[in-house]
Structure formats: structure tokens, C-alpha cells
């Protein structure tokens, strides 16, 4: 009903992830912290989703039990950088100064996204697609040379 694209079994494919996120090492994000965060429907109707954010600079992740799909991702940002992480020692990660992206693994390419979109407007665009019933946004600060670095082999849209 909402044209969202869910991926229920991964493929043999599927299953590899992509280089640059292999990489990443997921310290403080244990299979445990996701228990029991699944999407569901609220009284409203809506629905509320376990969102993991990953920041591939600092090999660090955020996790989201419940994102109301019509909540915006600055919104988010707001509350979850109110105060500097321990990590950014370079106080690049503000709220205002986030570039959000999903990868499309099957192309190989990147998509950003507008943090004054909502979960729902990213959830439905024509190559996103969620896996293992969790939505993943990669964070990096605007215009760092880690960023650059990051994308200069990728295809990127920007939207």
C-alpha cells in the first residue's frame, strides 16, 4: 500500500555487502539492541521502524528502535547530535553539516537524501529497498576528504 520495497530472504548475492562497509567494524551494535525493534503499526496507523545510521568515517552506528516513517531524518539529527559524540573530535558532525546517502548495492550506486525528507519519501524511491526488515543510511560530514574519497569510485545521484 505504501510502495515500499522490502527484501524478505536475502540471495547468495545479497548476503555480500559491499567492500566499503565490510570494512566497517559494528562495535556497539550488538544483535541484542535490536530485539524486539521491528517495524509495526501504531494506533494512528503509522508505521514506526528500527533505522540504523552508520558513519563509515569513524566506523560508529546509531541506532533508531522507532522511526516514524513520516518523521523527518533532520529531526532525528537534531536529537541525536544535540550533543557532540565522543568519536568526532574534529566537531564536523553537527546536525546542519550531514550529508545522508542509501546505497543501491545491486547498481553500485549512491543516493542522497535530503534530511528534511521523511523516513516514507526514502523508503519509497524506486531503488531503495529494505533488507532484513531494517532501513540503513550511511552519515558523512559535508565536503570532508574522507567523503570525497568515499565516493570518488561511486556513482552518485543527488536529489
Known amino acids: ?26 562495535d556497539g ?6 530485539m524486539g525493534a521491528k517495524v509495526h503499526l501504531d494506533a494512528n ?9 552508520l558513519y563509515p568515517e569513524h566506523e560508529q552506528t546509531d541506532f533508531v528502535a522507532a522511526f516514524h516513517e513520516n518523521t523527518r ?24 553539516n550531514l550529508e545522508l546517502y542509501f546505497e543501491d548495492e545491486e547498481r553500485a550506486e549512491m543516493y542522497e537524501v535530503n534530511p ?5 519519501q526514502m523508503l519509497q524511491h524506486r531503488r531503495y529497498f529494505v ?5 540503513t543510511v550511511l552519515a558523512f560530514a ?5 567523503s570525497k574519497k568515499y565516493f570518488s569510485s561511486k556513482k552518485v545521484h543527488r536529489l
Request: hydrophobic letters at 40%; proline letters at 10%; zero cysteines.
Open 45 to 53: 496507523g503509522s508505521l514506526n521502524w528500527p533505522v540504523l545510521f
Open 116 to 120: 528534511e525528507h521523511t523516513l516514507l
Open 142 to 146: 559535508k565536503r570532508s576528504p574522507f
Open 131 to 135: 533488507k532484513a526488515g531494517t532501513p
Open 73 to 96: 531524518f533532520i529531526d532525528h539529527l537534531m536529537v541525536m547530535f544535540a550533543e557532540l559524540p565522543p568519536w568526532d573530535v574534529e566537531r564536523k558532525y553537527l546536525p546542519g
Open 1 to 26: 500500500e505504501r510502495n515500499i520495497k522490502v527484501i524478505l530472504e536475502p540471495s547468495n548475492e545479497e548476503e555480500e555487502v559491499s567492500d566499503s562497509l565490510a570494512e566497517m567494524s559494528l
Open 29 to 34: 551494535f550488538h544483535p541484542g539492541n535490536a
